[in-house]
């Protein structure tokens, strides 16, 4: 039996190694560099969330089609802008689901794109306010025949579980220091306090300043009648938008490929993110120096980077610890910049998370860049960084902590379960599902988190070179968009990727005109990998529904969270 064992096993490894290598070699067979004729124009499709960045795996890519993240979107832009064989760009945009800082940047990489003097196009089939926002920057606008265009102002909803929560049995009970960091509201409260009805408030009023004055320059329309379009017509027919200006032409997307015609010659279209994979060489850009770029995207947690049924996109402290310190140890790197779309998460995981970025910050000047997201723990992270930068659109600060616990007691009892408590030490239940705070339990939570509060703040005072009070008094908890933060000092410059680069060379001594090749963290991680991983998960699942619902549970009571607020989701 043993031997047989032993035979089995050797078989399964050589099975193992085989797929393994055939694996490798498709994936190297299939990672080419697309065609790209004399007279192209590049198609770009951009909707839903716009991940900033999604590691290169040929494979998959084949399997599922390439991934238009951020990274692919600025890339092909700075390339087709170099390269003499792109005439234009078509950019079909739908249902674009992004936050307002990703926006703004990309309409900054479009204008830089335009200075080279080729077209860029905007086609939608049904315009959104997101959408309509982002194609104004383009050259000309058209829409489909069958759409429509609205422009419908920008909304928001915020739910409230409290009553929900009473009607199954379920108690929330958490703590929190700053009057503006009130996370748990969502469960203990039926509607906003006014704290955050006030910072709520103030980004809606922020957002909606920049979609009528942007609108309004892009597309050289008074501010009043762009308010007047808003307020009073809403949804435009094609005709109508037409007939206002908004748009330039009623086109199928298949009649746009016309447009970059070059003596009768006809224009071939080339994906954007195929387009993304060739060599910036090719393209006419010359990269001497390296820069990495390490991703922080998602709530951050401990461990590897994965998914959460509640929290979303997670990034793993350990991964990204593991990658700031090859790219602070590697040679060939001059400087770093940590890219950050995050609304904070585990206080744990961000402070282990800020010391790797103080210390790859000693051997290598580092810059952290904010998208749309840079508050609480994400913010955290980015005050270890030499230089901070934001769009003016992008939220940050939220500098606060909270923790808390859910009390199952009621529903328990609705379903006739007993549970019999057995604890040593008074405070042994404090996480307990089945019971309220204590007021000693309370007591020590409030410890817990006041202290953190003080360390986070007195972190931020020393990296911001100011006194305690100072950043208390615009710390508790609020959320500031990124041009208030230039104002109180959170951030210390307006801009996207392009300008933390340029940010970066000066702090390396680089100069102005060396072209710099980006290497991204985290590197590949192959489809092969990412469905051996998943076999242990499957193994984890729980059938049992309640156990189901107390893990999940758990896994918020655990631990003090520097996480954002709110989230506002997309009208």
Not at 23 to 36: C, K
Not at 118 to 146: E, N, Q, T
Not at 515 to 543: C, T
Not at 548 to 559: D, P, S, T
Request: charged share 25%.
């Amino acid at each position: 039996m043993k031997r047989f064992i032993k035979w089995l096993a050797v078989i399964f490894v050589i099975i193992f190694v085989f797929i393994f290598f055939v694996y490798l070699v498709i994936d190297a067979l299939l990672d080419t560099e697309p065609y790209v004729s004399s007279n192209s124009y590049l198609e770009m499709t951009i909707s839903g969330d716009i991940p900033e960045y999604e590691p290169h795996d040929a494979l998959e890519d084949y399997i599922r089609g390439r991934a238009l993240d951020f990274r692919k979107i600025r890339e092909s832009l700075k390339m087709a802008q170099a390269d003499e064989r792109i005439k234009g760009i078509v950019m079909h945009i739908g249902f674009v689901r992004s936050g307002f800082g990703k926006l703004q940047e990309l309409q900054q990489l479009i204008r830089k794109f335009q200075l080279s003097g080729k077209k860029i196009i905007a086609h939608l089939d049904y315009g959104m306010p997101r959408d309509y926002y982002l194609a104004s920057a383009c050259d000309s606008v058209f829409l489909s025949p069958g759409g429509n265009l609205f422009m419908t102002g920008l909304a928001g909803e915020i739910s409230f579980y409290k009553g929900f929560l009473e009607k199954i049995g379920v108690e929330a009970d958490f703590e929190h220091v700053g009057e503006y960091k009130n996370a748990p509201d969502t469960y203990t409260r039926q509607s906003m306090s006014d704290y955050q009805r006030k910072v709520v408030n103030a980004i809606f009023d922020a957002r909606f300043e920049s979609l009528v004055s942007t609108i309004s320059t892009n597309r050289k329309i008074d501010p009043d009648s762009v308010q007047y379009f808003i307020e009073n017509i809403s949804i435009f027919t094609p005709e109508e938008a037409l007939a206002s200006k908004l748009i330039d032409g009623i086109k199928y997307r298949e009649e746009l490929d016309r447009q970059f015609e070059d003596n009768d010659e006809l224009s071939a279209a080339v994906s954007a993110s195929d387009y993304a994979s060739i060599d910036p060489s090719s393209a006419g850009l010359k990269e001497k120096e390296r820069m990495a770029v390490v991703y922080c995207s998602g709530t951050i947690t401990d461990g590897e980077d994965g998914s959460d049924p509640y929290f979303g996109q997670t990034v793993g402290a350990d991964r990204l610890i593991r990658d700031l310190k090859r790219a602070a140890e590697s040679a060939s790197i001059k400087a770093i910049i940590l890219r950050i779309d995050s609304p904070g998460g585990s206080s744990l995981a961000a402070d282990k998370i800020w010391y790797a970025v103080k210390e790859a910050a000693k051997k290598k000047p580092l810059v952290a860049s904010i998208s749309d997201l840079g508050a609480s723990g994400g913010y955290y992270i980015a005050a270890a960084a030499d230089t901070i930068l934001a769009q003016d659109l992008s939220l940050v600060g939220s500098i606060g902590v909270f923790i808390g616990k859910f009390s199952l007691k009621g529903l328990y009892q609705k379903l006739d379960i007993n549970n019999e408590l057995i604890k040593r030490g008074k405070n042994a239940a404090v996480f307990s599902l089945n019971s309220k705070f204590t007021d000693s339990e309370r007591q020590i939570i409030r410890r817990v988190i006041t202290d953190f509060y003080r360390k986070f703040v007195s972190m931020v005072a020393e990296r911001r070179k100011k006194t305690y009070n100072e950043i208390d008094h615009i710390a508790r908890g609020r959320v500031w968009d990124g041009q208030q933060g230039v104002k109180i000092d959170l951030i210390d410059l307006s801009g996207g990727m392009d300008e933390a680069v340029d940010i970066a060379k000066k702090l390396a001594g680089i100069a102005d005109d060396s072209g710099i090749h980006l290497v991204y963290y985290p590197r590949s991680r192959s489809l092969l990998g990412r469905y051996l991983s998943s076999i242990s998960i499957v193994d984890r699942l729980n059938k049992n529904p309640l156990h189901m619902l107390e893990n999940f549970l758990r896994g918020l009571n655990m631990q003090p969270l520097a996480l954002m607020p709110f989230r506002i989701e997309p009208e």
